[in-house]
């Protein structure tokens, strides 16, 4: 039998793309391609150039996979709940790396950094979640704490247990960060009027609320920069 006459046949095409992407890295693969890098640790022995495609073509793109919910990825032929849970695995990952970018530094001297995280986080979530960014006297992050997980387009929020919250942390201030699965950014007249109630609760503590960031997939909104707050 002829030297690796017994390899299966994809196995020159994983190490190709793996030389591929060592000389001229990320830049250079499609998104199936990086996917498909992923998975080979997860699926050894089989071709899975097809199920990468098919993945990112039923999310839309490499995040919305990411951040779909294991039941959902399990749906697609080919998607143990092993792959499911590695593919989850790329969604925190992500987000881990974009907090780094604000931790330990003032969030509102690394605004670019602290959309990316938001987005990172929020973008591609099929369910409308409130989020607050909790900051101490010097606006570096203490913690980000989702306060309220909803439908399609709302998720309950107390203004009272926002700021009770502040308070047990000793957060000097906030910035509330909430999603629109629907995709458009653009802040409701409840979004406007929900942060004039945690403003108005914050300030006989004088805890500040700095900004309120509404995140949809393509792109984010600033209550603040569009003078509504």
């Known amino acids: 039998m002829a030297e690796g006459a017994d390899r299966p046949h994809h196995a020159g095409h994983r190490d190709r793309l793996r030389a591929r992407f060592r000389t001229a890295g990320g830049e250079a693969l ?3 391609e990086l996917l ?8 050894p022995r089989r071709d899975v150039k097809p199920l990468a495609k098919a993945i990112i073509a039923a999310f839309g793109g490499l995040g919305g996979a990411a951040a779909a919910p294991v039941e959902r990825l399990m749906e697609i032929k ?10 989850k695995l790329l969604h925190a990952l992500a987000e881990r790396i974009a907090r780094e970018q604000v931790s330990d530094r003032p969030v509102i001297a690394s605004w670019s950094a602290l959309l990316d995280y938001c987005r990172t986080a929020l973008q591609h979530q099929k369910t409308e979640q409130f989020r607050v960014l909790y900051l101490d006297v010097k606006n570096r992050l203490i913690a980000d704490e ?11 929020v107390y203004p009272r ?3 009770k919250r502040a308070l047990a942390l000793d957060a000097a201030a906030m910035i509330l960060v909430h999603n629109h699965p629907s995709g458009d950014p ?5 979004d406007v009027e929900m942060t004039k109630k945690i403003v108005e609760a914050a300030r006989p ?8 960031l509404v995140i949809g997939r393509d792109g984010a909104a600033s209550l603040k920069t569009l003078g509504l707050m």
């Open 146 to 156: 989702v306060l309220g997980r909803g439908t399609h387009n709302h998720a309950p």
């Open 36 to 43: 498909e890098l992923y998975l080979f640790r997860a699926i």
């Open 30 to 32: 499609a998104d199936y």
């Open 205 to 212: 503590f004088e805890i500040l609320v700095h900004d309120h």
């Open 78 to 87: 080919g998607v143990s709940e092993r792959v499911a849970v590695d593919i």
């Open 186 to 190: 653009k802040p409701s007249a409840a």
């Open 161 to 163: 247990e926002v700021v």
